[in-house]
């Protein structure tokens, strides 16, 4: 059989082609199903990132902050705390609002009593405001609460947990006791923001602007009530 020359035929690459049909369809909608979500979740956690963003960078008005930042910022631990009733209650019940909460042993010495005060005072002087805002005094022993505090605690949240479940979210400056501080919990149960030790009469008056400010860049994402 006589050799013949090898025959090399050049094929065109096939193009692509828009796929037709059902398949292209499903294609298409599986697409702009997935752009869809991701644009709800975007528009969802803008607010949060605008209000924040405003804050902590921004910082309206060009205002130092009086309060300590937390960074890294502590969310509520998956623990339990008693009421005035007895009653367990789930910290996690909390969010929802922005707390200013204290610390202190049940008995509540004159620095305990200040702190209160301070905290309802603050809470009170924000006017409208105020219903995004609520007290709560995490009492750190068993020991009976004085019938002297009723008064003043009456709106606010007392909760019971012991001193080392404490420590687990919440830490005082260096050099400070648990008690010598009011602390800022926003609406997502995160801790985020710890006043000076012994706060005195001025003091509260630049907290009161900072948890002023705090709540103005919220605004947008953040309403009254749980």
């Not at 059989?1 to 094929?11: C, I, K, N, R």
């Not at 130092?64 to 009653?87: F, H, K, M, N, W």
């Not at 924000?126 to 022993?141: A, I, N, P, Q």
């Not at 705090?214 to 953040?222: K, M």
Request: charged residues 25%; contains cysteine.
């Amino acid at each position: 059989m006589a050799d013949e020359p090898l025959a090399l035929t050049v094929h065109s690459m096939p193009s692509p082609q828009p796929v037709d049909g059902a398949e292209g369809e499903g294609v298409r909608r599986t697409a702009k199903g997935r752009w869809k979500m991701i644009a709800v979740m975007l528009c969802c956690a803008a607010p949060v990132v605008a209000s924040y963003f405003t804050y902590y960078v921004v910082r309206p008005e060009g205002r130092s902050v009086y309060g300590e930042l937390i960074d890294p910022q502590r969310t509520l631990p998956a623990l339990s705390a008693v009421g005035r009733d007895g009653a367990r209650v789930d910290l996690q019940s909390l969010k929802g609002q922005w707390l200013l909460v204290a610390v202190a042993g049940a008995a509540c010495n004159a620095l305990c009593e200040q702190q209160l005060y301070f905290q309802r005072q603050l809470r009170e002087s924000l006017g409208r405001e105020k219903e995004r805002v609520d007290r709560v005094w995490l009492v750190s022993d068993a020991a009976p609460i004085p019938e002297r505090l009723d008064n003043g605690l009456r709106g606010a949240t007392v909760l019971r947990m012991p001193a080392a479940d404490l420590a687990q979210w919440l830490a005082p400056s260096a050099g400070h006791d648990l008690g010598e501080h009011l602390y800022v919990v926003d609406p997502m149960g995160n801790w985020m923001m710890r006043f000076p030790a012994r706060m005195d009469a001025q003091g509260a008056t630049r907290a009161k602007r900072d948890i002023e400010r705090l709540l103005r860049a919220s605004a947008s994402w953040d309403e009254p009530g749980r």
